[in-house]
């Protein structure tokens, strides 16, 4: 068992692999730390299958230097076959970490949630030696990442 890379606290079996597999989000929240999650695992099938057709881009590749490390749901909304969800999520790429923050918006077609657009704000992120490391891992930046 392995615990969720969308921070849920859940093992991943319970979490986000079944949305992967194909089952539907049932709310945009679980669809938007399922997307986190892709990220983390580099899934781009399910990046593209998860992301409306009208706003999806022709080719999708990630980052292979980029490690998603962290996710804090900040808000999230649902009105009927709309809702939105407004997120943080840390990136490391080697020693540097970078801040993405969005609101993001999803609809409901067919019983599947599905991305549909977000604004992204991205800055550095600059922990102290003494900050919690932003990885997650509970300790002291200078003792993990730093």
């Given at each position: 068992m392995?615990?969720?890379?969308?921070?849920?606290?859940?093992?991943?079996?319970?979490?986000?692999?079944?949305?992967?597999?194909?089952?539907?989000?049932?709310?945009?929240?679980?669809?938007?730390?399922?997307?986190?999650?892709?990220?983390?695992r580099?899934?781009?099938?399910?990046?593209?299958?998860?992301?409306?057709?009208?706003?999806?881009?022709t080719?999708?590749?990630?980052?292979?230097d980029?490690h998603?490390?962290?996710?804090?749901?900040?808000?999230?909304?649902?009105?009927?076959?709309?809702?939105?969800?407004?997120?943080?999520?840390?990136?490391r790429?080697?020693?540097?970490?970078?801040?993405?923050?969005?609101?993001?918006?999803?609809?409901r077609?067919?019983?599947?949630?599905?991305?549909?657009?977000?604004k992204?704000?991205?800055?550095?992120?600059k922990?102290?030696?003494?900050?919690?490391?932003?990885?997650?891992?509970?300790?002291?930046?200078?003792?993990?990442?730093?």
């Amino acid at each position: 068992m392995t615990r969720c890379e969308c921070r849920s606290g859940r093992d991943y079996a319970d979490c986000c692999q079944p949305l992967h597999q194909g089952h539907p989000a049932s709310h945009p929240e679980a669809l938007m730390r399922s997307r986190f999650c892709a990220f983390a695992r580099g899934d781009t099938d399910y990046l593209s299958r998860s992301w409306h057709t009208e706003t999806r881009p022709t080719n999708l590749s990630l980052d292979s230097d980029e490690h998603w490390v962290n996710l804090d749901i900040l808000d999230s909304d649902e009105d009927g076959d709309n809702g939105s969800v407004h997120f943080r999520a840390i990136c490391r790429i080697g020693q540097t970490f970078s801040v993405l923050e969005e609101i993001s918006r999803f609809v409901r077609e067919g019983g599947h949630w599905f991305y549909l657009a977000g604004k992204p704000s991205v800055t550095p992120l600059k922990p102290g030696r003494n900050d919690p490391c932003p990885c997650g891992s509970g300790k002291k930046f200078k003792k993990c990442c730093g």
